[in-house]
């Protein structure tokens, strides 16, 4: 069976400190990859997605970058954080030609 | 361009009265569509999805939707709720590029009174 992590589960971090949220999926192989973003209250934003091994695309432009070094890891980066970076990141993956996502536990990031 | 709208953004009833959330999609093409459930301080779970097949989809933990194509609708219901179904509410409609992107609805929060 598919297993889908994240790490770290909680985060604490100053504002213009750099930031490293990692997803990792097992179970699976060429998956599709996404981050997400809740801020409180709020729906999900996609930030990026990937559909290969080194393919990102970005939806929202900001200070956020993501990578794909392995098949099944995602990585989600920053250089320095701003208050707004506050909020609740899931990462999620599909397979291939499939529109059903699947979601890790998430991250919660308060920058203070 | 594809879009789902979430009629509600909290629905309150009683604990054994029906459940109904409200989704309206828009989609040139024959859409997928999904439901999913937040509960607090977790990731999103999948609770059924249409694919093209029956209209009326049956889910886990007593949740069922059906589509209607002159509605543009997939409410989703279940007959009799549980305190243990407050949580929130996520429909979803596929996007149309390569990505296989879903474009979610803004959410709707089920308050479950004793």
């Known amino acids: 069976s598919q297993t889908i992590h994240q790490w770290p589960a909680t985060l604490v971090q100053p504002v213009g400190s750099p930031l490293s949220l990692e997803c990792t999926v097992e179970?699976?192989?060429?998956?599709?990859l996404y981050w997400y973003r809740q801020a409180a209250g709020r729906g999900l934003q996609l930030l990026f997605y990937?559909?290969?091994?080194?393919?990102i695309s970005s939806e929202v432009p900001q200070n956020l970058s993501a990578s794909r070094p392995q098949d099944r890891q995602f990585i989600l980066s920053s250089k320095k954080l701003l208050l707004s970076d506050s909020g609740f990141y899931l990462c999620?993956?599909?397979?291939?030609?499939?529109?059903?996502?699947?979601f890790g536990p998430g991250t919660r990031l308060t920058v203070t | 361009a594809q879009s789902v709208t979430q009629l509600g953004s909290h629905v309150s009833v009683s604990e054994g009265a029906l459940v109904l959330l409200r989704c309206n999609y828009s989609?040139?093409?024959?859409?997928?569509l999904f439901w999913y459930v937040q509960y607090p301080n977790q990731g999103l779970q999948l609770l059924l999805k249409?694919?093209?097949?029956?209209?009326l989809v049956k889910g886990i933990n007593g949740f069922e939707a059906e589509f209607k194509k002159s509605e543009t609708s997939f409410h989703l219901t279940k007959p009799s709720a549980h305190m243990s179904d407050a949580a929130e509410y996520f429909c979803?409609?596929?996007?149309?590029?390569?990505?296989?992107?879903?474009?979610f609805g803004s959410g709707t929060r089920l308050l479950v009174r004793p």
């Open positions: 999620a993956w599909s397979r291939g030609l499939s529109y059903e996502q699947y």
């Open positions: 179970g699976t192989s060429n998956p599709n």
């Open positions: 990937s559909v290969g091994i080194g393919q």
């Open positions: 989609s040139s093409v024959p859409p997928y």
């Open positions: 249409y694919t093209s097949a029956a209209t």
């Open positions: 979803a409609v596929s996007g149309m590029d390569s990505s296989y992107k879903l474009i």
